[in-house]
């Protein structure tokens, strides 16, 4: 693969745009897509209040499963190479769509999750949190008696305002923003490479297919984050 490497000490501020595609070479399937879960599974069904107002027990299952699955699925050398920058650059940042918690358990610390995480369940009455560890079995009530709703974003739910205006606020401000495995679809997240472009930041894209979005970066790298990454940041291969 014929890619140029960047060197990190080039910029001041690194975003880290990640979608579910990053972590696709874990074995995480991605949303859309063949084999996505989208494909599967109705999210009117599984991933909305109204679903779990309906059917809490099968909302929580899906959930449950995804958990499940997780846990034999490891981050790949695309994550550490993140990980890996993260420790040697002043400021990278990782803003994610993803909500499987690869980013942690690969090193990263300073990551903003826009559409929450599994690994966080809410109380439905409270707003209580709960955080679960891998392997760990989930609790279906919180103490107060109310079902407990995993911490994430479902479909007509509204972005945490503090979680996006601190997504923005770096967005505004990086001058390298490279998204990887986002179909960029979803909003508000999929506005953030537009953002960064404004601003003048030079903002590249790691994908096997073009997306919705391609035209507006400088570079579209049409290959896997396990194989981009690498060839992107050869300084950053960890053993
Ligand atoms: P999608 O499933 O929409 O898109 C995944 C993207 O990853 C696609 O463009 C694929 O081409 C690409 N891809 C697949 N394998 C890849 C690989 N090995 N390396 C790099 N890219 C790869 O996932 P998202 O864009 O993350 O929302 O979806 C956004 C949101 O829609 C998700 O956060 C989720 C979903 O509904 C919530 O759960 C709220």
Redesign the pocket.
């Known amino acids: 693969m014929d890619i140029q490497p960047i060197t990190p000490t080039d910029y001041r501020t690194i975003v880290f745009f990640?979608?579910?595609?990053?972590s696709?070479?874990s074995g995480v399937p991605?949303?859309?897509?063949r084999g996505?879960?989208?494909a599967k599974y109705n999210?009117q069904e599984v991933?909305c209040e109204e679903a779990f107002r309906r059917n809490p027990g099968k909302v929580l299952e899906f959930h449950a499963l995804r958990r499940q699955q997780l846990t034999d699925c490891q981050p790949h050398q695309?994550h550490s190479i993140i990980g890996a920058l993260e420790n040697s650059h002043p400021d990278v940042t990782i803003i994610t769509?993803?909500?499987d918690g690869l980013h942690q358990r690969a090193g990263s610390q300073r990551i903003i999750e826009?559409?929450g995480s599994l690994w966080r369940l809410r109380c439905s009455r409270e707003g209580k949190v709960y955080h679960l560890s891998l392997g760990e079995k989930s609790p279906v009530r919180c103490q107060c008696g109310a079902w407990l709703r995993p911490d994430?974003?479902?479909?007509g739910?509204c972005l945490i305002p503090d979680v996006v205006q601190r997504a923005t606020e770096i967005v505004g401000r990086c001058d390298l923003l490279i998204a990887?495995?986002?179909?960029?679809?979803?909003w508000p997240?999929a506005g953030f490479p537009q953002l960064a472009r404004d601003q003048g930041a030079q903002c590249i894209e790691?994908?096997?297919?073009a997306?919705e979005m391609s035209f507006l970066y400088h570079v579209s790298h049409q290959?896997?984050?396990?194989e981009?990454l690498p060839a992107l940041f050869p300084d950053a291969i960890t053993a």
């Open positions: 990640t979608g579910a595609g990053m696709a070479e991605t949303y859309r897509g996505g879960i989208w999210w991933a695309g769509q993803n909500i826009l559409h994430i974003i479902w479909f739910d990887v495995g986002t179909s960029a679809v979803v997240a790691i994908n096997p297919e997306t290959g896997s984050a396990g981009v």
